[in-house]
């Protein structure tokens, strides 16, 4: 018996485009190829397959949902925790010419009554709604619906024993029976084997497929910095953010008024920047959410009640005031850099007293085996902070994942600091200073670009990003929508003059090359 979703049912029932998730690589989304692990997670659930993938921010794990939606014939539900990230999903989405819509309660009775009849008519190849959505009667809409896949975003938050639960996550836990049996696809960023057995058992999957990416991204620069000995972190972080011009980065502190106070700080030294945590009104959140997206403010000062699937490509850097309460919630929160792949900085600030004061709130916590399981995350994070060892290699190793020393990627092997005009000796490494070789001098990167591409392909960038931030003003939509900076940096490099050329720089897709390529062309032929 063929499945609901197989290509020979679907075919026979006209509309179903019979495409090879290859071309629709390509033709859609403009990529040449997939990074490792997409292929197989999309070929597994359109063969009707669960599957389970813990594949690092960055490494394009939408794509493992959006591909099968444009080739199945039915829609594809989306469970995404943000309500306030829906939009610009489905508007990046529209942009290249896939039907997708979301149903939450920032509609109006209208609106989510028109998208309703949209999804049972079948004119939608996606569907986002958030795990709180489904508590109501859109969960026994949806079950009326041709509903062929569902995947869910941060499934993480599922588990008890992962760094970030949601005890609505747990309305998930019958959905696979409740649309017969539709393949199920769980994504997360950060998941231990624990929480990857606890994710499979919630679900309900059956005999899924695993894949695990590596968690290892070269073009994050880990730095760490221990507070105290005269060290002022309020004035490191100023000179960090002030050295980035122009540049998007989040800023995390471990409480509200922190938070507060960091950004009014900021911005009494001429930063743009904005607070973000769970004590403002709702309609100021997500103006602060919505301005930084559309990068009309540089920096989000926030605790970590911001950026949980955050889709912003192009922050080039993640700040750490006060030390994450698990290398879980750490590798999650620098994951939000670089997602474009271009180079990005992670700093990180820590002290003892912020393992303490993590301990004072686990008072109230009546589970014992909780208690002490988040003592010792705060603790491991701590030990990781403190290491002299590669800094990607001892992170990944928490994920079960083996690594050589990264050489370039981390505080440690480049022996690097950033708030230094020289690199400093280390003290892992005394058979440099026996030796007497000294350590190469090496130009402080005053912006993450400067040191990577030639001064005149830097201001032919610096120009397509003022191009960009134009066209996605006068659309309403986050300037990384439009194209990404490593779209832009590409273009500056290469300076493609004909539509062809402009074709073949990966993200470009021929929706986007109706759309924008006569005027990029035009600003590149100047």
């Not at 397959?49 to 444009?70: F, N, W």
């Not at 049972?120 to 795990?131: I, S, T």
């Not at 809409?141 to 499934?155: G, N, Q, W």
Request: proline content about 5%.
């Amino acid at each position: 018996m063929s499945h609901p979703w197989s290509k020979e049912q679907t075919a026979q029932e006209g509309g179903f485009p019979l495409t090879a998730p290859q071309d629709v690589l390509q033709s859609t989304f403009g990529y040449p190829s997939f990074r490792p692990g997409q292929e197989e997670i999309i070929r597994a659930v359109l063969s009707g397959r669960d599957c389970i993938g813990v594949m690092p921010t960055g490494a394009g794990k939408s794509l493992t949902y959006q591909i099968p939606a444009r080739i199945l014939s039915g829609t594809t539900l989306v469970i995404s925790p943000l309500i306030a990230l829906m939009k610009d999903q489905v508007d990046g989405l529209t942009e290249i010419g896939i039907r997708a819509t979301f149903i939450n309660s920032s509609l109006t009775p209208a609106e989510r009554r028109e998208r309703m009849a949209r999804v049972k008519m079948g004119e939608v190849d996606l569907v986002y709604a958030a795990p709180e959505g489904l508590e109501g009667g859109l969960l026994d809409f949806l079950s009326t619906c041709r509903i062929h896949l569902i995947a869910v975003d941060e499934a993480h938050c599922i588990s008890q024993w992962g760094h970030d639960f949601r005890p609505s996550y747990r309305n998930l836990s019958g959905l696979k029976a409740r649309f017969g049996d539709v393949p199920v696809l769980a994504l997360t960023a950060t998941a231990t084997e624990e929480v990857s057995v606890d994710i499979v058992r919630q679900m309900g999957m059956v005999s899924p497929l695993r894949i695990r990416g590596s968690f290892f991204r070269p073009n994050l620069h880990l730095h760490v910095y221990k507070k105290g000995n005269g060290r002022e972190t309020r004035e490191d972080i100023l000179r960090l953010v002030q050295s980035r011009p122009g540049q998007s980065g989040i800023i995390y502190c471990l409480s509200r008024k922190s938070v507060e106070q960091t950004a009014e700080f900021l911005v009494s030294h001429g930063v743009r920047a904005l607070p973000y945590h769970a004590g403002m009104e709702n309609d100021r959140r997500s103006r602060s959410q919505e301005t930084f997206q559309r990068d009309d403010v540089e920096v989000m000062v926030a605790t970590v009640a911001f950026g949980m699937g955050i889709d912003k490509s192009n922050i080039r850097y993640v700040i750490h005031r006060d030390m994450p309460k698990s290398i879980e919630g750490y590798y999650q929160e620098i994951g939000r850099a670089g997602r474009d792949g271009v180079g990005s900085d992670c700093i990180l600030f820590y002290s003892w007293s912020e393992v303490l004061s993590y301990d004072r709130f686990l008072d109230n916590l009546t589970d014992d085996s909780l208690r002490n399981k988040v003592k010792a995350q705060t603790r491991e994070m701590f030990n990781w902070a403190e290491r002299n060892s590669c800094r990607h290699q001892s992170l990944v190793s928490y994920f079960g994942e083996t690594l050589a020393p990264c050489g370039a990627s981390c505080d440690v092997c480049r022996t690097w600091d950033l708030l230094e005009k020289v690199p400093y000796p280390h003290r892992g490494h005394p058979q440099s200073a026996a030796r007497g070789r000294p350590l190469p001098r090496i130009k402080k990167r005053i912006t993450v670009l400067s040191d990577e591409i030639p001064d005149a392909a830097g201001a032919l960038f610096a120009r397509l990003k003022i191009l960009r931030k134009r066209l996605a003003d006068e659309k309403g939509l986050p300037a990384y929508i439009v194209f990404s900076d490593a779209v832009l940096l590409e273009m500056a490099a290469l300076r493609p003059s004909t539509e062809d050329e402009l074709l073949r720089i990966s993200g470009v897709g021929p929706k986007k090359l109706a759309r924008y390529g006569a005027i990029f062309l035009a600003e590149l032929n100047k």
